[in-house]
């Protein structure tokens, strides 16, 4: 287990590091000078000397990888162009709404999309089974995005129940302003989760130690729940860690569309006004995330699957 | 020739047959019609301006209604259709065509190149799509090219990974040691027994990836960093919806809805292909 753990987390470090250098590299390689686009033609050029020096481009490519690598190890991001405040806080300040958002979707979605599998898997073909069924298929197909606006102008702008700005004060408030959004980011992750739990409940339910069960004259319903459920619900923590760039990436629109503070904002604001520090170090960011999570899931799974663990 | 043929239309029979794959045809059928026939479809120009009738909401003149800039929304709802389909088939061909080529090297290349084709896949993977878009627009500016390339970069592991697999699981099955122990050069046994026998799945996975990619470009022209102006696309639509959304919320449901139902269309379309061409894939998912 140990063994795999190195080897899965050595991976993903490998993975992250090739991708930050293409990164690094790519952004590098875009023809046109990066200060003159910074800094916009009206720049004199004493300005655009001293920009160039103190980003290091005047350095050769190799060094000033080395030295974006050993700020990086650090924990430097670089320096806004603008504000001259530090990435790592700027975009450190703006993570928790994101994260915040992310967990009140998956919070949602996947305990409403595992009830609606586990009832439709305890009672296959009947009617519940088939509009659980016909649900799960429709909302799939909802982008984020457009869920979202559609939700604002039904639920916000329309009817007014809730509001359609910012992220809120207190507790309450904030609560009531990640309604929407959250609701938008998880709709499509119901009828997904609730088809996976409901294919794997019908295969847990076939097992030994559920027919065991069964046979010691446990209530059914105690079974379904403690049993067949358990084990059922694992592929759900997959898919959830593997779907994090997903959820990261609809977290972008919703945040956009409702005009939280958050991760994608802070890119979105920062494309518009050019400042590469702040879109490279949030990119970073939520590729390290998205990668962490990936390799979690792997690891929880390998946990509880022995068989997962020769995979790779 | 004709043997193919036939298939193509048992296939075709096949999805027929199931209501939701016969859903998805018709509309995906209903989409390609109005793209292709969108210059006839049209009651107005979708890009000409009438600050007369601007923000007027849906009438017998105007279905759904005009813009902040007097424009028919219905016209430029149909002429978006078009937008999204040309982004969305050379996209996916695109990528379906060299993840295919990449994966079936892995798969049948020396192992070194293996892994370093699989090392590539897992960085690209490692990107979240929407963070990755906006990274390369923020760098080369956004432009049609630009939400194609994006979306060929990040959809060609899915088909590499895919690719590969099912040359490894062919690899050693008798008809291909045959034709190597009589002499046949790699690209022979790539492209004509093992082609044939991969395209089916990855030709499913296409099917299932258009609705993606049609939101993602809606999704990038929503951010102001996709199609540029005037172009019509759902996404711009659902842009002048959102920053008008008091005066006219219709732009938001005319852009929205269409995107919604070519998810769905497509979506259908591919699930019903799939469990025809390959039941065997519905329980690897």
Not at chain 2, 67 to 92: N, Y
Not at chain 2, 100 to 125: C, E, S, V
Request: net charge positive.
């Amino acid at each position: 287990m140990l063994n795999f753990a190195t080897r899965r987390f050595g991976l993903s470090l490998l993975i992250l590091f090739v991708a930050v250098t293409v990164m690094f590299l790519m952004i590098r390689a875009v023809p046109g000078d990066p200060v003159q686009i910074m800094l916009g033609p009206r720049a004199t050029p004493e300005l655009q000397a001293q920009l160039t020096a103190a980003l290091g481009l005047d350095q050769p490519i190799w060094k000033q990888l080395l030295i974006f690598y050993g700020n990086l190890l650090q924990g430097d991001l670089g320096t806004d162009v603008f504000s001259g405040r530090s990435v790592t806080d700027i975009v450190f300040q703006q993570l928790p709404f994101t994260l915040e958002l992310i967990f009140a979707s998956i919070l949602w979605s996947a305990s409403l999309g595992i009830a609606l599998g586990a009832y439709a898997a305890a009672h296959p073909n009947t009617l519940i089974d088939r509009i659980a069924a016909a649900i799960s298929v429709s909302f799939v197909a909802a982008p984020a995005f457009v869920v979202a606006l559609l939700a604002l102008l039904i639920f916000a702008v329309h009817l007014q129940w809730f509001p359609a700005i910012g992220a809120g004060e207190g507790f309450w408030d904030r609560l009531n302003h990640l309604v929407l959004p959250a609701f938008a980011i998880g709709l499509s992750w119901v009828g997904y989760i609730a088809r996976l739990v409901r294919a794997s409940m019908l295969e847990v339910m076939g097992e030994s130690h559920v027919r065991t069960a069964r046979a010691f004259g446990i209530a059914e319903r105690r079974v379904v729940m403690v049993y067949a459920l358990r084990i059922a619900i694992l592929p759900v923590v997959t898919v959830i860690g593997v779907g994090m760039g997903f959820l990261l990436s609809s977290a972008v629109f919703a945040e956009i569309v409702f005009a939280r503070p958050g991760l994608g904002k802070l890119v979105i604001d920062s494309i518009t006004t050019r400042n590469y520090p702040i879109v490279m170090g949030s990119v970073l960011i939520s590729t390290a995330l998205f990668v962490v999570s990936t390799a979690l899931a792997d690891l929880i799974n390998a946990l509880l699957d022995p068989r997962a663990r020769t995979a790779h | 020739m004709e043997k193919s043929r036939s298939e193509l239309g048992q296939i075709i029979i096949g999805v027929a047959r199931d209501p939701l794959g016969l859903m998805g045809l018709i509309i995906v059928g209903i989409i390609v019609f109005c793209a292709i026939f969108a210059a006839w479809i049209v009651p107005y120009d979708p890009i000409a301006m009438d600050i007369k009738s601007r923000m007027q909401g849906p009438s017998a003149a105007h279905l759904l209604g005009t813009d902040q800039l007097g424009r028919d929304t219905f016209s430029r709802v149909i002429a978006g259709g078009q937008v999204a389909l040309k982004v969305a088939l050379p996209a996916v061909f695109g990528a379906m065509a060299i993840g295919l080529t990449l994966g079936m090297i892995a798969g049948y290349g020396p192992k070194w190149l293996d892994n370093l084709l699989m090392l590539f896949f897992d960085t690209i993977r490692s990107f979240p799509t929407v963070m990755f878009a906006l990274a390369v627009v923020a760098l080369v500016g956004p432009s049609l090219q630009t939400v194609v390339f994006v979306v060929m970069a990040t959809s060609i592991p899915t088909y590499g990974r895919v690719a590969r697999t099912q040359t490894l699981t062919l690899r050693n099955s008798e008809f291909i040691l045959a034709e190597r122990s009589m002499g046949a050069s790699m690209s022979r046994i790539l492209g004509v027994h093992m082609l044939p026998n991969i395209i089916g799945v990855l030709a499913v996975l296409a099917a299932m990836d258009i609705p993606t990619v049609i939101a993602l470009e809606a999704g990038l022209s929503f951010l102001g960093l996709g199609v540029k102006p005037p172009t019509p696309s759902w996404g711009a639509l659902l842009k002048d919806g959102y920053s008008l959304i008091r005066q006219t919320p219709w732009l938001v449901v005319g852009g929205g809805l269409p995107i919604i139902l070519a998810t769905l269309g497509f979506t259908f379309l591919g699930e019903s292909l799939r469990d025809v061409v390959d039941p065997k894939l519905r329980k690897q998912r």
